[in-house]
Every structure is written in structure tokens, then in C-alpha cells.
């Protein structure tokens, strides 16, 4: 059974060893009751080491335990959900907060993690524990529209989120989130976002799922929302290792996509088309793009008007800018070393209003500052307009336990 102690509650949780189970509805059942009695669907737990004695059954959320406040000794969760285990009343977090994995079969059973727990919750994901299911995003308002990054069309820069309950969520900008896909979205293995592929001046999402390799437009609906998908590609799409929106990289107005094959490390230009889908593909480098292992379509960083890429080589950890040229890419430059301590980029379009193009990074275990350590910070980037980034600036580090952001 596992279960993990989330010691920061805005940081990655330090597994301890346990499992999680969903409760409704509290009551106690005969005395000698064995780790089996626990129905399915429940939250059980005893006041004992071993598991035997009055149980204790809920799946509901509990405010307070009542009688059973400080007792919990031997837990098991069979539902699909974890379950927090508050030191605190009311769910509070200024005491510890541990988090019960599910096991619906009930196989798994231990000890609470400490025997102070008075209240109890049911979430989907383990960080709903101590935080919101979403991170924290502030962005400033661009004095002109960066053509991307912008789901409400409001200027200013917005995030989509997925978490690890394959939900949705839209980060305006403001520190708040909204629910915009209520589950499902882990069937794709590739999001992507930058500009209006389907022409009708509203940021789109495209999606490829990861079963059939079909690739999927999710037009924006200008608040943030998506609307009813549009299949842009039959299949096949499963050999693009990464899939990347660049904006208009041919110069005819519309947003185009860039892939690398897997097989042979090309890289190909997909251009938009004025239906929505995509053209036929020109290629753009013959080889060597299996090299790099992030990616992030930031839009025009030096200036020229024309949409830019930056990657990361994977054996150095440098990160490189490709200037866009016409329907290309030009010679690239180095933007920085050290690189390999990032999980993702993240292209947010130009989040501190200074009207330049910017990059954040989201970080991995390896990641250390004076401010931050290990995976789930985010750092920003200002961009300069002259093709380089300011110096890092760690902003939070609520962005664990996530599955994937763009």
C-alpha cells in the first residue's frame, strides 16, 4: 500500500509507501472485522495495527472523524480515487497532509502515516490533497496580440493544462483555472497549440491520439473553451516523435505545424490550408532532429517578424534557437547550457507585457536554485526581441504532478 506524505504542499510529494481508497458515508461494523470486510467503493479504517476491531467505512468527504478523531491505525482505500488524510480538521493543511493511493481490490492496507489524522477527503488527482487539481499562472497584458498563447483573445498570455486524471484545464492568466475538458484527454500522446489553423480568428488546439495515430483539430471558442473536434488526420500520425505549432512559417497567413520522424530524424513543414487541415509536407531537414528532446514554437524571438523554434540537444542540454526564415529554418545560435534540469517548454507567447516573445520551463528532480528545488517549479524567461532570453526567474513551484501543459 502506498501512501505519500506531502511535506510541501506546493512541491513534489515524498512517497512514503501507501495506497488510497475512496469513502461515502461514515459507520462502524462489528467488532472483529478483517481487512476484507471493507466493501468496494469504500474508505475503511480500524484502531488497530492489524486491520481487526471496529471498522471504520466512508466514502464521503469527512470534515471531522468525531469519535474517531486520532485513532486511525491500520487503512485501506478501495476506490478509484486517493484520499487525503488530514493531521487537521476542516481538511486544513497547516499540520501534515498524506495521501492514500487507490486499490479498488483492496489488496494493499497499512498505516495512515501518522496517528493524528482528523478529517478526510476524495480527489482525483494526489495534489488536490494540499492545492488546487491546477498550477498557479500570472501573466501581464501584451500591449499587441501575439497571434498565439491566447485562447481568450484578451492580450493576455494563457495556459492549457492537462492533469493526471486526463482533465482540461484553461489558466487565464489571473491565478485562477477553469475546467474546460472534464476527462478523456490522456487518450493523446501530442498536444498542440499555436494560432488559428481552422481560419476563423480564434486559437485552436490540435491533439493525436495515441491508439490510432489520427490527429484532431479542437477549434478555440475565444473563451477558452474548445469546441467539437474535427479529424484533420486519418492516421499514420504515430511516427512524429514530437509534433510542434510554429505559426506561419511559409508567409501565406496561416498557422503551420513542424514534425520530427522518429525513424529518420527528419523534420517537415505541415502547412495550414484555409479548411482547417494540413498540406502536403516539405521537408526541412534531412536528419539529426532525434537529437533534440523539447521543443517550443515561441513565435518571432529576434525581431524579423517571422515565427522562431527553439530545442534542446539532448545529450548537452544546450538550447538552440532556429531563426524562421521563408518556409524554413535558418542557421541556429546558442541561447544557453544546462538545459537537461528542465522537464518541458512551454511557449507562452509574450506573458510579462513588454511586447517580446517569451519561453518558460517547467523542472525535473535534477532542478536546484536558491528558490527551488526538484521537479514542478516554473521558471520564466523574458524574451529581449533580439533572439536571446533574460536571465531565469523562478515564478512558483505548484507545477508537479501534472500531465503535460501547453
Not at 498557479?136 to 492537462?162: I, M, Q, S
Not at 475546467?179 to 491533439?207: C, M, P, T, Y
Not at 515565427?307 to 542540454?317: C, K, N
Request: proline letters at 4%; aromatic letters at 10%.
Amino acid at each position: 500500500m502506498r501512501t505519500s506524505l506531502l511535506k510541501r504542499l506546493a512541491t513534489a510529494a515524498t512517497a512514503l509507501g501507501l495506497t488510497s481508497a475512496a469513502l461515502l458515508g461514515a459507520g462502524a461494523s462489528p467488532a472483529q472485522a478483517a481487512i476484507s470486510d471493507c466493501p468496494s467503493g469504500y474508505f475503511c479504517a480500524w484502531k488497530t495495527d492489524n486491520g481487526t476491531g471496529t471498522m471504520y467505512k466512508t466514502n464521503a468527504n469527512a470534515p471531522t472523524l468525531g469519535t474517531w478523531d486520532n485513532t486511525f491505525r491500520s487503512v485501506v482505500n478501495r476506490t478509484n480515487k486517493f484520499v487525503c488524510l488530514h493531521e487537521d480538521p476542516n481538511h486544513g493543511t497547516d499540520g501534515d497532509v498524506y495521501s492514500v493511493y487507490p486499490d479498488p481490490s483492496g489488496t494493499e492496507w497499512g498505516g495512515p502515516g501518522s496517528n493524528s489524522i482528523s478529517s478526510l477527503k476524495f480527489v482525483a488527482t494526489e495534489r488536490e490533497c494540499a492545492m488546487d487539481p491546477y498550477p498557479v499562472w500570472h501573466a501581464a497584458e501584451a500591449p499587441k496580440a501575439a497571434g498565439f498563447g491566447d485562447l481568450d483573445a484578451n492580450r493576455t498570455a494563457d495556459v492549457l493544462v492537462r492533469d493526471k486524471a486526463g482533465r482540461l484545464w484553461f489558466l487565464p492568466g489571473n491565478g485562477s483555472g477553469k475546467l474546460v475538458g472534464s476527462g478523456g484527454w490522456q487518450a493523446f500522446n501530442a498536444l498542440v497549440r499555436h494560432g488559428d489553423f481552422s481560419r476563423d480568428g480564434k486559437e485552436d488546439v490540435i491533439a493525436r491520439e495515441a491508439a490510432t495515430g489520427k490527429l484532431w483539430l479542437y477549434p478555440g471558442t475565444g473563451t477558452g473553451s474548445l469546441g467539437a473536434r474535427m479529424l484533420i488526420g486519418t492516421g499514420g500520425w504515430n511516427v512524429m516523435s514530437r509534433l510542434v505549432g510554429v505559426g506561419d512559417l511559409n508567409g501565406d497567413t496561416r498557422s503551420d505545424l513542424v514534425a520530427v520522424e522518429k525513424s529518420s530524424g527528419k523534420l517537415w513543414l505541415y502547412p495550414g490550408t484555409t479548411t482547417g487541415t494540413l498540406g502536403s509536407r516539405v521537408l526541412l531537414g534531412n536528419g539529426g532532429w532525434n537529437g533534440m528532446n523539447a521543443f517550443a514554437g515561441t513565435g518571432d524571438l529576434n525581431g524579423d517578424s517571422r515565427p522562431d523554434l527553439v530545442a534542446r540537444e539532448a545529450s548537452t542540454g544546450k538550447l538552440w534557437m532556429y531563426p524562421g526564415k521563408a518556409g524554413t529554418f535558418g542557421a541556429r545560435t546558442l541561447l544557453g547550457s544546462g538545459w537537461n534540469v528542465m522537464d518541458s517548454l512551454l511557449a507562452v507567447g509574450d506573458y510579462d507585457g513588454d511586447g517580446h516573445h517569451d519561453l518558460a520551463a517547467i523542472t525535473n528532480s535534477s532542478y536546484s536554485s536558491n528558490v527551488f528545488r526538484g521537479d514542478g517549479a516554473l521558471i520564466l524567461y523574458s524574451g529581449t526581441g533580439t533572439g536571446k532570453f533574460q536571465a531565469g526567474f523562478p515564478e512558483t513551484d505548484s507545477w508537479w504532478q501534472l500531465n503535460g501543459a501547453f
